[in-house]
């Protein structure tokens, strides 16, 4: 992609991992790093991906001059996480960047949620999230030029939310953000940035079929901000190409809240 005005924001050339991008906030990120030139590979457990993600595959294709790849893997299934990464970076000769935004939620009362949800809850937010950014980092490193890795993390990983009982997601999500700083401190000496991005309430598929079954939080969730109203995906785009872009070639080892003041009160 040729840029003629702030060129450290063209992804052209690179080639980005995210994972979780069959549907929802990953796969509009994913949309963004196409547009900005890069190469894009998705990563889900879904046998398909959302039938949106064919059509902008189409447009990667046909109007970009670029690609956007499905491959189904679960992140805890580590072996085959690791093939499918070393046979990417092998084919391209190189990796440049991650966004791991897969991850589950659950809303169970502490006094009731049993071990093995809390298990299943951190294997895929933590550990999956973790083994992802590994497996990443290793051929990062093997081929040489550094790299940026994106962790989604929450801000109900550095706030308790107000009516909404999920104490294990939000443990996970301060264990991501935890996480980040620990690889930004590890990996900074091969050139491999780390940073999360903590997101507010974001108005998705799965939010509205919450506020059929809780219509309060509809009425509530957006007097917890200090915009009063809910995020869209689309508003997370630019932080995906900033954080993974030569724009942000000195942040690592950070946040970015992007919450809409939710917790600066």
């Known amino acids: 992609m040729a840029s003629k005005g702030l060129p450290e924001f063209s992804l052209s050339g690179k080639v980005i991992l995210v994972s979780g991008a ?10 963004a790093l196409l ?20 059509d902008i595959a189409k447009h990667a294709a046909t109007e970009l001059g670029t690609e956007l790849q499905y491959r189904q893997v679960d992140v805890r299934e580590v072996e085959q996480l690791n093939k499918i990464v070393e046979d990417i970076a ?8 991650l966004i791991a935004a897969a991850g589950i939620q659950q809303e169970t009362s ?24 590994q497996a990443v980092a290793k051929q990062m490193i093997k081929y040489g030029n550094g790299g940026s890795i994106i962790l989604i993390a929450s801000m109900s990983g550095s706030v308790a939310n107000k009516g909404l009982i999920c104490p294990a997601y939000n443990a996970s999500k301060a264990g991501v953000i935890q996480l980040a700083r620990n690889l930004a401190m590890e990996w900074g000496q091969y050139n491999i940035r ?8 974001i108005v998705t598929a ?40 030569d724009a942000s070639s000195f942040m690592t080892g950070s946040d970015l809240k992007i919450d809409g003041g939710h917790s600066a009160w």
């Open 206 to 245: 799965m939010v509205e079929e919450l506020f059929v079954k809780f219509p309060e939080r509809k009425e509530n969730w957006p007097k917890d901000n200090m915009l009063g109203r809910l995020s869209k995906p689309g508003e997370y785009r630019g932080a995906a190409v900033f954080l993974l872009s």
């Open 90 to 97: 092998s084919k391209h000769g190189r990796l440049d960047g």
């Open 194 to 201: 780390v940073n999360t991005i903590s997101p507010g309430y």
């Open 35 to 54: 547009e900005a030139g890069a190469t894009v590979y998705a990563l889900d457990r879904l046998p398909e991906p959302s039938p949106e993600f064919h």
């Open 22 to 31: 069959a549907r929802g906030l990953g796969l509009t990120q994913a949309e």
């Open 110 to 133: 502490a006094l009731e949620y049993t071990a093995a949800d809390a298990n299943r809850m951190f294997e895929v937010n933590v550990t999956g999230v973790f083994m992802t950014s």
